[in-house]
């Protein structure tokens, strides 16, 4: 029964993290910019987590680690998410989110380069996968040639910060790193939104799309990808996070009509096989595993 709520809570944060492509379209629609949009999301996730923080009694972290977990939150996070949501402005958002999840094969090829992880042949094969996958995935026809590049570009960002903040994490909580890493991201979107000038939302349903996209995208599957962690495990909560895509896809073709060509679909299959086969290798061979330190 426990594992059975585990496996549940993680496929509703996978599903939830599925859904902020989606409702980030709605409101651009509504006249947001990318900047804007990020700041009111990162501002409302920071003031719930901080609230959660004061009713579960935990401090914030101090000194160094305060200093580490900003720099992650102010750059590796801001730039992560601002290629990752200017990228659905240029290309489908199904391709977006499976290139996306390129970022557990950056991490094996960057353990590999800088930390000398052995290259096993299971490595390999799920590298000569994702290679596949992505060129099949990544068809550079009506004009989605820049959000290719930028939904590649939001992979490998992730994936420098996931192994910058494996040791980071290690000396706090879930719900202390997210809460500063939101801040941090939600300060500098502040300081870029006032540079550019805000685009604030100018209907009821913009708002509904940015409170949307700070509950249903972002506190609501930190909250459920935490309870299900402890109960699975990081290796099957990895394994059960590749349905994020899985549900974006699904629901841009529902709601947006996106149309999924078949060669998107093989080279989404192939993405999501390399991921699986990093994800199931033996530890020993395992670099810092990506469910470990998911934030948003």
Same mark, same amino acid.
């Given at each position: 029964m426990?594992r059975?709520?585990?496996?549940?809570?993680?496929?509703?944060?996978?599903?939830?993290?599925?859904?902020?492509?989606?409702?980030?379209?709605?409101?651009?629609?509504?006249?947001?910019?990318?900047?804007?949009?990020?700041?009111?999301?990162?501002?409302?996730?920071?003031?719930?987590?901080?609230?959660?923080?004061?009713?579960?009694?935990?401090?914030?972290?101090?000194?160094?680690?305060?200093?580490?977990?900003?720099?992650?939150?102010?750059?590796?996070?801001?730039?992560?998410?601002?290629c990752?949501?200017?990228?659905?402005?240029?290309?489908?958002?199904?391709?977006?989110? *499976? #290139?996306?999840? !390129?970022? %557990? @094969?950056?991490?094996? +090829? =960057?353990?590999?380069?800088f930390?000398?992880? $052995?290259?096993?042949s299971?490595?390999?094969?799920?590298l000569v996968?994702?290679?596949i996958?992505?060129?099949?995935?990544?068809?550079?026809?009506?004009?989605?040639?820049?959000?290719?590049?930028?939904?590649i570009s939001?992979?490998?960002?992730?994936?420098?910060?996931?192994l910058?903040?494996?040791?980071?994490?290690?000396?706090?909580?879930?719900?202390?790193?997210?809460?500063?890493?939101?801040?941090?991201?939600?300060?500098?979107?502040?300081?870029?939104?006032?540079?550019?000038?805000?685009?604030?939302?100018?209907?009821?349903n913009?708002?509904l799309?940015?409170?949307?996209?700070?509950?249903?995208?972002?506190?609501?599957?930190?909250?459920?990808?935490l309870?299900?962690?402890?109960?699975?495990?990081?290796?099957?909560?990895? *394994? #059960?996070?590749? !349905?994020? %895509? @899985?549900?974006?896809? +699904? =629901?841009?073709?529902?709601?947006?009509?996106? $149309?999924?060509?078949?060669?998107?679909?093989?080279?989404?299959?192939?993405?999501?096989?390399?991921?699986?086969?990093?994800?199931?290798?033996?530890?020993?061979?395992?670099?810092?595993?990506?469910?470990?330190?998911q934030?948003?």
């Open positions: 426990n059975f709520l585990g496996i549940f809570l993680i496929v509703v944060s996978a599903a939830s993290f599925g859904t902020l492509a989606i409702i980030g379209r709605y409101a651009y629609a509504d006249g947001l910019d990318v900047t804007t949009m990020l700041f009111l999301r990162f501002t409302i996730a920071a003031i719930l987590m901080f609230a959660w923080l004061a009713i579960r009694k935990e401090p914030l972290p101090r000194g160094r680690t305060l200093l580490q977990l900003a720099g992650m939150g102010g750059l590796g996070y801001v730039g992560q998410s601002f990752f949501m200017s990228a659905i402005s240029y290309a489908s958002i199904g391709l977006v989110a *499976l #290139l996306l999840y !390129l970022y %557990p @094969v950056f991490v094996t +090829i =960057l353990t590999v380069i930390q000398k992880v $052995k290259l096993t299971r490595t390999v094969i799920a996968l994702a290679t996958g992505a060129a099949l995935t990544a068809n550079p026809q009506g004009g989605q040639l820049p959000g290719i590049l930028l939904a939001a992979a490998m960002i992730y994936a420098v910060y996931i910058v903040g494996t040791g980071v994490m290690q000396k706090v909580s879930a719900i202390q790193s997210s809460a500063v890493i939101f801040a941090s991201a939600a300060l500098v979107f502040g300081f870029l939104t006032a540079i550019r000038g805000p685009h604030w939302p100018t209907t009821q913009g708002w799309a940015i409170s949307g996209i700070a509950v249903i995208a972002t506190l609501l599957p930190v909250a459920t990808f309870g299900g962690l402890k109960i699975v495990g990081a290796t099957d909560a990895s *394994l #059960l996070s590749t !349905l994020e %895509p @899985v549900v974006t896809v +699904i =629901l841009a073709a529902m709601l947006l009509g996106e $149309k999924v060509q078949p060669l998107m679909i093989a080279g989404g299959v192939l993405i999501l096989a390399a991921v699986l086969l990093i994800v199931r290798q033996p530890k020993k061979n395992q670099a810092a595993e990506p469910a470990q330190i934030s948003a």
